[in-house]
């Protein structure tokens, strides 16, 4: 098994993982969502008259919609859709008015999920200085003798990785480094828990270590509960079919990059 992954596992398992973890991705909630206040006085006006129509209207333009509905989507998506189907806006609206407007706002402005916010964090723990090298932008990262990090947007980080490391995989980058004149590119992923939308996140990590003839050493810095010992197919995977790859903790990635 690659060291590295083995040395994750073990961390894992062993050390204060999720406290040490927590450095790398604070998943600390945002405050509550701002809804607009014309917006919200035309719904209490809606609201009062049961005006159905101009109720889901509105209701329909808040970031967050106060009920889980299948229909709710394609209701966002085709407007016109309102008036076309009666039966399904007065079945949300009898929802919306059970539940009342105090409920309702509470519900619109709840804070976005956790794991939707955490995308950002790897890499504001690196400009941090967290691996011991100030990231520089491209023209002082080309012109960098020593050790350097990229910091990059990722429309800029794919480019230089196109232009620089022959890299033609589509998906884009968390990472790029040099430490002791080898490049170092990887993606980051924060895996909260098993299958579905986790597991799609998996693969993607993993198919960028698998990016053919690119010139630089390839990482999936992957946390979480891959790491878990068990019988779940990521763990089986890194164990497994791929235990020869690069795959690894962030909280291991500064030893990795110095030992190269």
């Not at 490391?165 to 924060?190: P, S, T």
């Not at 891959?226 to 890194?238: F, P």
Request: glycine share 6%; charged share 30%; with cysteine.
């Amino acid at each position: 098994m690659n060291h590295w992954t083995k040395l994750s596992i073990d961390y894992a398992s062993q050390r204060s993982y999720l406290d040490d973890l927590f450095q790398v991705y604070p998943t600390i909630p945002e405050g509550i969502r701002d809804i607009d206040k014309d917006l919200w006085k035309r719904v209490e006006k809606a609201f009062a008259k049961k005006d159905n129509i101009v109720l889901l209207e509105n209701i329909l333009k808040l970031a967050l919609f106060p009920i889980k509905d299948s229909y709710v989507a394609y209701l966002k998506r085709d407007k016109e859709a309102i008036k076309r189907n009666p039966a399904t806006v007065d079945r949300l609206c009898g929802r919306l008015y059970e539940m009342g407007l105090d409920e309702i706002f509470s519900r619109s402005s709840e804070a976005k999920e956790t794991n939707r916010q955490i995308g950002p964090f790897f890499k504001r723990w690196i400009l941090k200085k967290s691996l011991g090298v100030e990231p520089l932008k491209k023209e002082e990262f080309l012109k960098a003798k020593g050790n350097a990090i990229l910091d990059a947007s990722d429309a800029i980080m794919m480019a230089f990785a196109r232009e620089h490391l022959n890299y033609k995989h589509k998906k884009g980058l968390d990472f790029i480094g040099r430490f002791n004149g080898k490049y170092v590119i990887g993606e980051a992923k924060f895996l909260t828990d098993f299958g579905g939308h986790q597991n799609a996140q998996f693969n993607d990590a993993i198919s960028t270590i698998k990016a053919k003839n690119v010139k630089a050493i390839k990482v999936a810095i992957l946390d979480g509960v891959i790491y878990i010992k068990g019988k779940n197919k990521m763990y089986k995977d890194i164990t497994g079919k791929l235990k020869n790859k690069n795959i690894m903790s962030a909280l291991v990635l500064r030893e990795f990059l110095y030992q190269l």
